[in-house]
């Protein structure tokens, strides 16, 4: 798929010969059709029960979330290094409305909004998981512009250990509020523990929480952890309308606005850009795409677990934006969807049969975070600009080089 | 922050003088909040005394001490090359993994007498800075230089890349676990007492490596040629270049140093701790990266500053709140000191955030 688009790309990429802006504008459109004939084809083509559809589900996911960050990050230029907070948000959103976690509510007859089938009858709180989307997209925004406020005054790599705290707290508070009760809470606490009951905890830590409700939509029967075909469309329709949020904002008056404050804040800012409102919106919207992957992934994973909201995977979804091209939509689907078929396909299993087919008596898994790290920093080194950099920082790159003539770093005094 | 002082300026006598006050003395409040806390409710608790918070300062400070030599490395780098050194924290790992092996090498165990301990430390140390210097130093010239024109969080990526391949070394190395080796300095012996305060064998060897080590360091920033010259390159890269400095070499020497102290640091946490394992150069990376960007990133003291604040932060949330939400504390106070000093405490406005 990524093939088709990858020579008129790549010819914007070395903008030596051609210029960059040589690409028609048909031809992105074009590419879009295809793009998605090509993903929805896919499930009839390789075994839909198999282990392959399900990392290709992930990588979607994935994708989803890269786009966000890629807002973040890539349109913005505010470097985010607690996106896992958005994650975990969103996770917890789904875990929370959409499982049998608050057992206790209402007598543990349970809360059930839109839902029909057996989900109905079971104790928790269980919303459709449309309405679980909502709110998660609520809830990451509104985290989203939290996280966004203290940063508004920092700029460069302060922004990053801020939003970098940001994430590592969240990710503490899902360890550790399995000992925290609700009815406990100062303040709140009484109307909450009334509610929730007595010992219900905040979350579920470690152990996960699990099961969670699988995706119905209304109208179809519940998706099954059997049949992957109906995840797997789901999560390109999400893929789908993310993509269509990002190209309609990057050409829209806000997404100008973030390209102007990622390239000089202080022209920006005197040419009547609002900053603050401006960065708040970065953060918000990114945010929200995490939530609705994280929502998405709690019910996919069927369990919502405080493992799972690690450093590490903002630094993932950091590698797929910036592997991808920074800023560049098409690169940072190219990107997430190479980093998680590495991650979750490449190394556990295709790698893992090389040193026994050799006849070696060794197990690769112990090597496998290694063989990543391997591949980010060849990766890197091969294409330091990412797979497929963005029009306006290919240009950025090439026509610097021409002015001045020889850039300080790449002198050899 | 902004947000909240806006409406305050509004009345505009008053509010200003808020405004004046939170901005001069709110970092120094906020800083101060856990320490009278605990210090009222001691001197009105059961202890009557403020015995605790002073063990709790000395603990802090000698674990800040490791940090702050982790966060130099971090510092050093960054003033430099603009670049978050995630690969750093496993620098220091490894360091402590040499310095484990070497013990064992040179035969170093527990019941080594004093005087050929000694001779023992003081040749380790200086292996494990080297070890931790050439590594930083080799990881630059691998995975950074090539990337020097690159857009600027291209480097960021090799740097997660090296610390993933160097995390895998340790593994391979000592395996998943935590690993319990010889307690040489018996380090959790009571050295001295005053008034109830105790001073442990580790406090005073984390203090002994640390403070010599930063004073040579900062007569050798502030003093010698190549110090000069690595400050000129911070300052301004290319009218450095221009003056005839190398810049290359710089850079380089700028990863050696940093890698040396990160090994001594290494080394001093192996002593101190007693346990190792290939995970804690992840958490000592963060913690030092945080006491950097709390001091103001670029500036050696605020590394220094930052790294003991922040050991002692960890060390009273450690004992009276709970070790497990102990970086969800120091998180939160980074947060509240970026939010009153954007800069850092020490923070220079540094080439980009100018």
């Known amino acids: 798929m990524t093939e088709t688009a990858t020579p008129p790309e790549k010819a914007a990429g070395h903008a030596g010969e051609k210029k960059p802006g040589a690409v028609p504008p048909w031809a992105e459109k074009a590419f879009i059709p295809v793009f998605f004939i090509a993903f929805a084809a896919l499930p009839f083509v390789v075994d839909s029960s198999g282990g392959l559809i399900f990392d290709m589900t992930l990588a979607l996911a994935y994708v989803v979330m890269a786009l966000g960050l890629n807002i973040i990050v890539g349109f913005a230029g505010l470097l985010d290094l607690g996106y896992v907070a958005f994650f975990a948000i969103g996770a917890y959103t789904m875990g929370w409305l959409g499982s049998g976690f608050f057992s206790a509510v209402r007598n543990e007859e349970g809360l059930h909004v839109g839902v029909s089938g057996g989900v109905a009858n079971l104790p928790g709180i269980h919303f459709n998981f449309l309405l679980v989307l909502v709110v998660a997209i609520i809830f990451t925004t509104i985290a989203g512009m939290l996280i966004g406020l203290p940063t508004l005054r920092l700029r460069g790599d302060y922004i990053a250990i801020v939003t970098l705290a940001f994430g590592e707290i969240i990710g503490r508070v899902a360890v550790n509020a399995d000992e925290i009760r609700f009815s406990s809470l100062p303040i709140v606490g009484g109307p909450l523990g009334d509610f929730f009951g007595e010992e219900q905890v905040v979350t579920a830590g470690r152990q996960g929480i699990t099961p969670v409700d699988k995706i119905a939509f209304p109208g179809l029967d519940p998706f099954t952890s059997l049949e992957l075909k109906p995840w797997y469309w789901t999560a390109l329709g999400l893929v789908a309308v993310v993509l269509f949020v990002n190209f309609r904002l990057r050409d829209s008056r806000l997404g100008r606005a973030w390209i102007a404050l990622r390239e000089d804040e202080v022209a920006a800012v005197s040419m009547g850009v609002p900053a603050v409102k401006t960065k708040l919106l970065a953060y918000g919207t990114g945010a929200a795409f995490g939530g609705v992957s994280g929502a998405y992934l709690g019910s996919f994973l069927n369990t919502v677990n405080a493992d799972q909201f690690q450093f590490y995977f903002s630094i993932l979804i950091l590698g797929m934006v910036i592997l991808g091209g920074l800023g560049s939509i098409w690169g940072v689907v190219l990107g997430a969807i190479t980093l998680s078929f590495i991650n979750f396909w490449l190394i556990p299993d295709v790698l893992n049969d090389v040193p026994g087919k050799l006849g070696l008596e060794f197990d690769m898994t112990q090597i496998s975070f290694g063989i990543y790290g391997f591949l980010l920093v060849i990766m890197m080194i091969l294409r330091p600009q990412g797979l497929l950099p963005e029009r306006r920082r290919a240009e950025e790159m090439t026509h610097g080089e021409e002015v001045s003539d020889e850039t300080l770093y790449t002198a050899r005094a | ?354």
């Open chain 2, 1 to 354: 922050m902004e947000a909240a002082s806006v409406p305050a300026a509004r009345p505009a006598a008053r509010g200003q003088a808020v405004r004046d006050f939170i901005s001069k003395y709110g970092l120094i409040l906020v800083l101060l909040i856990l320490p009278v806390y605990y210090a009222i409710s001691d001197l009105t608790g059961d202890e009557g005394d403020l015995s605790r918070l002073g063990n709790n300062l000395v603990d802090g400070l000698s674990n800040g001490a490791i940090w702050a030599l982790v966060a130099i490395g971090y510092t050093l780098v960054y003033g430099i090359v603009e670049l978050i050194n995630f690969a750093h924290g496993e620098v220091f790992m490894i360091g402590s993994f040499v310095a484990a092996g070497f013990f064992g090498t040179i035969g170093l165990a527990e019941d080594t007498g004093t005087a050929l301990l000694v001779v023992g430390l003081l040749v380790t140390l200086p292996v494990c800075m080297l070890a931790s210097g050439l590594l930083n130093t080799m990881i630059e010239r691998v995975g950074y230089r090539p990337l020097r024109s690159a857009p600027k969080l291209a480097p960021l990526i090799t740097a997660v890349g090296f610390s993933f391949i160097l995390q895998n070394v340790g593994l391979l190395w000592l395996g998943g676990s935590q690993e319990g080796i010889a307690d040489l300095i018996n380090s959790q012996h009571g050295l001295i007492t005053i008034a109830g305060v105790e001073v442990t064998n580790g406090d005073v060897l984390a203090l002994c490596v640390t403070i010599p080590l930063l004073l040579a360091m900062t007569a050798f920033i502030g003093g010698s040629r190549l110090g000069k010259a690595m400050r000129a390159t911070a300052q301004d890269p290319e009218a450095a270049r221009l003056m005839g400095i190398n810049v290359d070499t710089t850079i380089s020497l700028t990863f050696l140093l940093g890698g040396m102290l990160a090994g001594a640091a290494g080394i001093i946490y192996a002593l101190y701790q007693t346990t190792i394992w290939y995970f804690q150069g992840f958490t000592a990376g963060l913690i030092a990266f945080t006491a950097a960007v709390m001091g103001g990133i670029g500036n050696i003291r605020g590394a220094v500053l930052g790294g003991l604040i922040i050991g002692f932060i960890q060390q009273l949330s450690d004992n009276r709140i709970g070790s497990e939400w102990t970086p969800a504390i120091v998180f939160m106070y980074l947060i509240l000191i970026m939010t009153f000093k954007p800069s850092g405490l020490l923070g220079e406005e540094t080439r980009e955030a100018g």
